[in-house]
């Protein structure tokens, strides 16, 4: 039997923002989402805005992340932010890997695997993307790519594993406005829990959240989020606009009541038909 994993989703703002934009942003998710119960909701602002924007959620359900942190907690690392700072922040959550960072600042699966356990060491959650590039999956090298990834990246934790959270962010869709259908996402992520399960154990690879990340919009995330092994999203450009990323986090929410109707409309189906 599956275990049940609260979904998460997270909003990726990348290298945007001012201060008093992302004020603005905050206090727009704030006053637009009801709850958190079924769902954890995560800001990631550029470091710039942390401050501002903790101030903003402090006393919510919402919660603080950055983009990128170093694995060393201080030294003579010019322009890096360590675990400490981000602490120092009110910070629970971190990205590390995202595909911008592993393409354009050359960060490796051996990097990528520092910082995780630097994070962890310093109780941020990491939130760690893999995924594949389009003339990867043109060329069938989807699962290769994945399990490199993966199995580097995450190297070495045993059940610290379970204080992890996957983003499975396949490159040609992030930023694109294409998005992979769910059976093609469902598929990797399926993918990604088989590869989990070789690294800590089925039983820990069940309770991992795992995150699709690719152009998801208010209008694909509900048929996204009712895939079984998709936990949630990780939001760029939609997360920029308070409306469109709370009301994929209503889609997340909403994944329990769908479930409950089809489950419903399959027993009508069963006692019509016998
Ligand atoms: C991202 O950068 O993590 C991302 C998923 O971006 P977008 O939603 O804009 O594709």
């Given at each position: ?5 609260k ?5 990726n703002?990348?290298?945007n ?6 004020q ?15 769902v954890e ?8 805005c ?8 402090e ?23 360590s ?13 590390l ?18 910082k ?13 993307c893999?995924?594949?590039?389009l003339?990867?999956?043109k060329?069938?090298?989807?699962e ?23 983003a499975y ?71 920029l ?14 994944k329990k ?18």
């Open positions: 039997m599956s275990k049940y994993r979904k998460i989703v997270a909003g703002w990348k290298m923002k001012s201060v008093s934009d992302a603005v942003l905050a206090e727009g998710v704030k006053r637009e989402l009801c709850n958190c119960q079924e909701v995560v800001l990631c602002p550029p470091f710039t942390l401050k501002a924007v903790s101030e903003i959620i006393n919510t359900c919402i919660k603080l992340g950055a983009q990128n942190v170093h694995w060393e907690v201080n030294g003579a690392y010019t322009g890096e932010i675990v400490t700072m981000l602490r120092d922040m009110f910070c629970r959550f971190v990205i890997g995202h595909s911008e960072r592993r393409s354009y600042f050359h960060e490796t699966d051996s990097m990528v695997n520092r995780v356990k630097a994070a962890i060491a310093s109780n941020l959650t990491p939130i760690v893999v995924g594949e590039q003339q990867d999956r060329s069938g090298m989807t290769t790519v994945v399990r490199r990834q993966v199995e580097g990246s995450l190297a070495g934790l045993g059940n610290d594993l379970l204080k992890v959270v996957v962010e396949p490159v040609w869709a992030i930023g694109t406005g294409e998005t992979a259908t769910p059976e093609q996402a469902q598929e990797t992520h399926a993918l990604i829990r088989q590869l989990l399960a070789g690294l800590s154990g089925k039983d820990v690879a069940e309770s991992v959240r795992i995150q699709y990340g690719g152009s998801v919009k208010p209008e694909n995330a509900a048929e996204l989020f009712l895939q079984p092994d998709i936990d949630g999203g990780l939001i760029g450009g939609a997360s606009d308070a409306h469109s990323f709370t009301r994929i986090i209503e889609a997340a929410m909403e009541d769908v479930k409950v109707k089809l489950d419903e409309v399959g027993t009508e189906e069963k006692e019509q038909s016998s």
